[in-house]
């Protein structure tokens, strides 16, 4: 809670004056003290020397031999480089990027849990080292030189004890099942990966992917029915599920919509707590991977998008209307509703908009709608609704890896009364940098680009992923 504490006031203290006070606001001392008492690990051997072990978690936790501190000084570099470089482009000189960016970085914010955070994890199928196609966990190697090698995951160290048990026992099963796993499409086989799902108070929900082939609908139920029979009754039943579904897919992924989860036991829902707020989540809903650093990362986009006024009331004077760009189930916008007059979020997935508007009414939140469709698609047509325009708009968007669709980017650049954005990031290196530079670069018409540019004033790198390259990143681009 110190931790999330010290973050709100750092972003309370930002937003009134953030290129002047930055450099102040935020101290990191305490806790890189703390943290320096973690040991490192060993050095690197060559691979060709390497356990199994060793080169699975080279791959899935690459920086799992440093110790916190040295893994924070890292992602610290890669996103003053990575911001170094989109500040190059912007000036029309790529030698920047030797240098630092011209706004504000703040120091990268923990995560409050180091060990075990994921709340979701996805085993895969595949020949084992042993040569058995039935094992289940991570991949080493690579598919094109035809090497790939299934490795179980029970030492990686990002990953919690209760996925491990569920990825031991979906293994023994499959050994038991007389049909063949499903390695590849076009050869045959059926069973595939498995996702599990669990909250901070350990209720779990798995999720068993199948490929149908040519089955029969009764023989389908045969198998579905020994699956459920295992994890309720059987030895499975030492997961304790609280939710198992099991979805027929001739696709590698495919959507609610495509073909429906079918619950074979259990309750449809498991429910998280951010910041006070109850959310629910079914079995393909977008929620951070960490709740613990999800917390620290809500707190300061809360705050960047709508900052609290000075006496520390919750309620801002105008909080105008908050325009949530791939709300998923709805966290950011639900959060940050008490400060605004209106949210309106925006998610392709129609499930995930139904979460949202349930996750409304459960904490009894009036002033949010949510919107199914693609957001290239919505936003341009409620920014000629004058319901939605007439007072002060502050958009959040928080996109896939893919980035955001050039048509969003146009929306939010061409629409004046945009003030603020707030965007987050996992992989700012990738394609959200063409969006940093366009919502940044001089009006451009053949890109139909007319709108004032917008500046950023301002990141935050938050640690969501400990023991990988990778974090978020919040950018504030005003103008």
Not at 299 to 307: G, T
Not at 426 to 447: H, I, S, T
């Amino acid at each position: 809670m110190a931790l999330i504490a010290r973050s709100v006031f750092f972003c309370n203290r930002v937003v009134w004056n953030p290129l002047k006070t930055a450099h102040v606001l935020f101290s990191t001392n305490s806790q890189r003290q703390l943290l320096s008492k973690q040991p490192c690990k060993k050095q690197k051997l060559p691979s060709e020397h390497q356990p199994w072990e060793e080169r699975l978690a080279d791959v899935v936790t690459p920086l799992w031999r440093s110790c916190y501190e040295e893994q924070l000084e890292v992602k610290q570099r890669n996103q003053e480089r990575i911001l170094s470089q989109l500040c190059g482009h912007l000036v029309g000189d790529l030698t920047s990027i030797k240098g630092k960016p011209n706004f504000p970085v703040l120091p990268i914010q923990p995560s409050p849990v180091r060990n075990g955070y994921r709340n979701k994890s996805t085993f895969s199928v595949n020949k084992g080292i042993d040569g058995n196609p039935k094992t289940v966990g991570y991949y080493v190697g690579i598919a094109r030189q035809n090497n790939i090698v299934c490795v179980n995951g029970d030492h990686l160290i990002n990953i919690p004890e209760k996925h491990k048990l569920v990825a031991k026992c979906y293994q023994d099963f499959l050994r038991l099942s007389s049909l063949d796993p499903c390695l590849l499409f076009h050869t045959g086989g059926h069973w595939r990966e498995i996702t599990v799902r669990t909250n901070a108070q350990g209720h779990t929900m798995a999720i068993v992917y199948f490929h149908p082939q040519m089955l029969s609908p009764e023989e389908m139920a045969e198998h579905k029915a020994s699956l459920s029979d295992y994890f309720t009754s059987g030895p499975g039943s030492v997961c304790q599920l609280d939710s198992l579904f099991f979805q027929e897919s001739t696709m590698t992924r495919c959507s609610h919509e495509e073909s429906p989860y079918q619950l074979l036991h259990g309750v449809p829902y498991i429910y998280e707590e951010l910041l006070g707020f109850k959310f629910r989540i079914s079995p393909d809903a977008f929620f951070q991977v960490n709740q613990a650093a999800a917390e620290v990362l809500y707190n300061i986009v809360r705050d960047l998008c709508i900052p609290k006024i000075p006496d520390g009331t919750e309620r801002t004077p105008s909080g105008g209307t908050l325009l949530d760009v791939c709300c998923g189930t709805g966290a950011i916008g639900i959060i940050t509703s008490p400060r605004a007059d209106k949210v309106i979020g925006i998610e392709l997935l129609e499930q995930a908009v139904e979460d949202a508007k349930h996750n409304a009414a459960l904490n009894n939140v009036r002033n949010c709608e949510f919107l199914a469709g693609k957001a290239e698609v919505v936003l341009p047509g409620l920014m000629k609704d004058s319901d939605y325009t007439h007072s002060g708009l502050t958009a959040v968007v928080n996109p896939a890896r893919a980035g955001l669709h050039h048509r969003v980017v146009r929306a939010l650049r061409n629409q004046s009364n945009i003030r603020r954005v707030v965007f987050v990031s996992c992989r700012p290196e990738g394609e959200a940098m063409r969006n940093f530079r366009e919502l940044c670069c001089a009006p451009d018409p053949q890109k139909k680009l007319r709108g004032e540019a917008f500046r950023p004033t301002l990141a935050v790198p938050v640690d969501m992923f400990p023991h990988t390259p990778h974090c978020e990143l919040v950018l504030l681009f005003e103008r």
